[in-house]
């Protein structure tokens, strides 16, 4: 499994950011992981940001996201968003997006994870 995340940059806060994650690979298919995001800051261990099921009727988010950050798949496209509104300050770090099993805020649960995007908030 291969996760390519893309999307991170600069962003102001109270704007909007849109992360993407491109899954690749050949034994299993996209829509038999669940799809996580997590963000690591400095000085801070890796936080679960979010998830959403292999179908993409269930999402569990963190609560310091929820409200704010929405999470979305294209099973058809290998692909996994996170929209990121009402940005803060305290979002500034590097996102991960990450594919599971288990629709979980456990990070050791997760398989595979991609190379990670960089987000700076501008306050």
Known sequence: V????????LVQAGGSLRLSCVFS????AFDTYVMGWFRLAPGK???FVGAI????DSTKYGDSVKGRFTISRDNAENTVDLQM???????????????????????????????????TVSS
């Open 2 to 9: 291969q996760l390519q995340a893309s999307g991170g940059g």
């Open 25 to 28: 690979g050949r034994t299993f």
């Open 45 to 47: 261990d890796r936080e």
């Open 53 to 56: 099921s292999k179908s993409g």
């Open 85 to 119: 509104n009402s940005v803060k300050p305290e979002d500034a770090a590097i996102y991960y997006c990450a594919a599971g099993r288990y629709l979980t805020a456990t990070r050791g649960l997760y398989d595979a994870w991609g190379q990670g995007t960089q987000v």
